[in-house]
């Protein structure tokens, strides 16, 4: 029986708002407080090695907090280089808070912002068309592959895209129990499944280590 319920993908405000609630009811931004402070800078360390620019994608950056955390860990990892970060987000709204967020931060002299209106596959779509495809040193996705259709394909592209000693990072929510939690843990599950099989797929055919960290969660 077709469910009656209405994807929360597909309403934006409400998703946003479901988020927040999940935010505030969940150890979710501690554990990435954590992540960011103890694990991030080791992820990062040679993202910058022998580059006179960092190059940073952001792909679904929201309002900005994660990402000008992640900027403040890269400035410190790489003192005085000149940073270029780039959003792809599609909320209009999360860009303009995103945008209000940068107007009020000290310590973002050698960054240069820029914010694209669209989607990870509108931007993929673009770039490709007009041959603007460039290399990044990091590419960032944190929570929002959920969105995405073609994980496996979504991922292959953004992996091509990495410049000599790049990294990616994929965060995800990997089981939800709470019931104010956005997604629901089939949605969380199929994601982390597809990721999991693309990342084993790219290690036995580059032989590359990628490497799968758990944040434990639990409701606040
Ligand atoms: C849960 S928020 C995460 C925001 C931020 N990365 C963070 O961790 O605080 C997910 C973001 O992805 C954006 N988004 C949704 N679909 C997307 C897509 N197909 N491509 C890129 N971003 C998308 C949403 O608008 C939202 O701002």
Same mark, same amino acid.
Request: aromatic share 8%.
């Given at each position: 029986? %077709? ?23 969940? +150890? ?21 090695? @022998?580059?006179?620019?960092?190059? !940073? ?15 403040? @860990? ?17 909320? %209009?709204?999360? !860009? ?15 960054? @240069? ?25 990091? !590419? ?12 496996? %394909? +979504? ?7 990495? %410049? ?48 799968? !960290? ?7």
């Amino acid at each position: 029986m %077709a469910s009656s319920m209405r994807s929360l993908f597909s309403d934006h405000s409400r998703y946003v708002e479901s988020f927040r609630r999940f935010l505030n009811n969940s +150890t979710e931004h501690q554990c990435m407080q954590e992540f960011l402070d103890k694990k991030l800078p080791g992820i990062i360390a040679r993202i910058g090695d @022998k580059k006179s620019e960092i190059k !940073i994608l952001s792909i679904g950056g929201g309002a900005g907090e994660i990402d000008l955390q992640i900027l403040a @860990k890269v400035q410190d990892q790489f003192p005085g280089v000149p940073i270029n970060n780039e959003v792809v987000e599609p909320s %209009a709204e999360q !860009i303009a808070k995103y945008k209000e967020f940068v107007a009020k931060s000290s310590n973002l002299e050698n960054i @240069k912002f820029a914010w694209h209106k669209e989607t990870s596959s509108e931007y993929q779509n673009r770039v490709m068309e007009n041959k603007e495809l460039q290399k990044w040193d990091f !590419i960032h996705m944190i929570q929002m592959l959920y969105y995405v259709k073609d994980i496996p %394909a +979504t991922l292959k592209f953004f992996h091509s895209l990495l %410049a000599p000693s790049a990294k990616i990072l994929i965060v995800l929510v990997s089981v939800l129990t709470l019931t104010c939690s956005p997604l629901n843990s089939k949605q969380t599950n199929n994601c982390l499944a597809s990721v999991t099989t693309w990342m084993s797929n790219r290690n036995q055919c580059l032989g590359q280590a990628m490497e799968k !960290i758990w944040i434990p969660l639990t409701p606040g």
